[in-house]
């Protein structure tokens, strides 16, 4: 009988109550992990906010440059209509 409840107490733990952590360990894991990879703020979702930040920040260079170059020649027409 004394062999039995050794085996029952485990590192001092009975085996119900090792059970039950290891189970919810287990779902904390699991928790864990789908906010993680499938929630609004999982690390999908920051990756795609990252990538469509530097498209828009390529996109804003280009707007610029373009934008440079249309006033460049706005104004080169401006002034050639005024000395008309």
């Known amino acids: 009988m004394l062999q039995k409840e050794e085996e ?8 119900k109550a090792i059970v039950l952590t290891v189970l919810g360990l ?7 992990w789908v ?3 499938y929630g ?3 690390w999908s979702a920051l990756n795609r906010l ?12 280009c707007l ?3 934008n440079q170059r249309l006033q460049k020649v706005y104004f080169e027409l401006k002034q ?3 000395k008309e």
Do not use: C, I, P
């Open 35 to 37: 906010l993680l990879d």
């Open 64 to 66: 610029k440059q373009e």
């Open 26 to 32: 287990v779902l904390f894991v699991t928790y864990a």
């Open 80 to 82: 050639l209509e005024a």
């Open 8 to 15: 029952e107490n485990l590192a001092g733990l009975s085996f």
């Open 50 to 61: 990252h990538k469509k930040k530097e498209d828009l920040s390529q996109s804003e260079k």
């Open 40 to 42: 609004d703020n999982s």
